[in-house]
């Protein structure tokens, strides 16, 4: 999950990669659409939904600097956007990652 500023691009050369990566965005886009299809969400909706999911680190042994490590949290979220959650496993990818970083 990451975030990006707006991109503009000034050389013709950068156009190319510009415009793939719209593409591609949108193509995520449209194939997360098409995984929740019976949702009948529209793509505003859909990201409107994924944008109020959100995701924490936080220190497993509770105050900052105690030696615990960091882990993964959902924040209280709306039934919607728990749906989302479920049906795309978000929960499994940042276990996954705990897993990993142990």
Known sequence: M???K???VRHDAA???HVFLCVMGLTL???LQWEVRDLDLS???L???LGRI???VV???GQPGSGGRPGWVLEEMGVGEAELVSRFRMLDELNRENRLAA
Request: hydrophobic letters at 40%; zero cysteines.
């Open 2 to 4: 990451v975030s990006l």
């Open 6 to 8: 707006p991109m503009w």
């Open 15 to 17: 156009v190319p990669g």
């Open 29 to 31: 886009l449209r194939y």
């Open 43 to 45: 793509v505003k909706e």
């Open 47 to 49: 990201v409107e939904r």
């Open 54 to 56: 959100r995701v924490a």
């Open 59 to 61: 220190s497993q042994g």
